[in-house]
């Protein structure tokens, strides 16, 4: 059995400290805005102002803020808004309702984040890390290990900018109003858990404090790591939790999901149990279909008899293509016996309609490269 280096990959805990951004509204609650606005000698009230552009209208240029004085708005809003993302490219299909956006951050590291419209709905999916360190072998993001956590700030402004896009109205088709969020960008967001909470605190708050959202339009996705699962199962939110399972016996989840060498199948779930018990929410079982790997009969029926009789649904992905992935998805009929085996067994069980494949943006697939500025789908810089 391989060592596990890949448990310990916070960067902040191994001594060299990533340079983190500069902090933003976002970063803080209300009265931490208050707090920073009153160093800067100004009033308290101010931090609600700016935020209410922030969050309510998601205006960031400092010129739309009207209700500042013109003296202070730049000094305000500098301080308060720094820029943390800069665009670089969106790429757009599904006519214009998926756009993958890729970010410049501060130090240069590069993230991904995905906008779907749906006629009922607008989810937006978020990195909560650069890179990832958790090395599943099929996630392309996985490929190329851990750069840093994000800040909570940049995680939050990755939904407040997309909503802004969505606002604009430019998916057409789609309510123009954000409400769905789902951690499954890049990275593994309970290994950055601390930011990550916050970021969902910021997200749930009513504006001007955050976005507004409702908790229960949140999902949290996570390769398994129990601990972090339990520690979110007592905070006081109610976010789904999607487990990322892709086997149900640990012999083939410690190879496609290396943290399983760790926590295993068994453990992992009482964990997810625990989490629905106590917020009373569903949880998502996310099994990518993997052709010859993961998808035989057998393990559809041990998956149902392991899921019979618990609060969760079965979210199947049919496997993306990755750069160098020696795997294919399974077969459509395959993947029907799948569907059919498990919902015999009682479970709930659905396929995903993965969005953005041609662009990259879909599950696994997003990895962050600059290098194709010339790519003739880009829509805009
Ligand atoms: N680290 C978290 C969140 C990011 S991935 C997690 O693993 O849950 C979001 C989902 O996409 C996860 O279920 C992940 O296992 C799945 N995924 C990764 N690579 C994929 C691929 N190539 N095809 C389909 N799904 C994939």
Known sequence: MTSLPLISVDPDARGRRPAMPPCHLADLDLPGRQALVTELGEPAF???QVSNHYFGRLVRDPAQMTDLPAATRERLAGTLLPTLLTPVRELACDDGATRKALWRLHDGSLVESVLMGYPDRVTVCISSQAGCGMACPFCATGQAGLTRNLSTAEIVDQAVYLAGVAASGAVAGSPPRLSHVVFMGMGEPLANYSRVVAAIRRL???????????QRHITVSTVGLVP????????????????????????????????????????????AWDYADTTGRRVSIEYAMIKDVNDQPWRADLLGRLLAGKLAHVNLIPLNPTPGSRWDASPKPVEREFVRRLRDAGV???????????IDGACGQLAAAEDRDSDPRAATA
């Open 46 to 48: 101010r931090a609600k």
């Open 348 to 358: 709930s069980t659905t396929v995903r309609d993965t969005r953005g494949r041609e």
């Open 228 to 271: 972090a699962i339990r520690r979110l199962a007592s905070e006081d939110l109610s976010v789904t939790l999607a487990l990322s399972l892709h086997a149900p016996d640990d012999e083939l989840r410690d190879e496609l999901v290396p943290v399983n060498q760790r926590w295993k199948v068994s453990e992992v779930l009482d964990a």
């Open 204 to 214: 749930v708050a009513p504006a001007p404090e955050g976005l507004g959202l409702s």
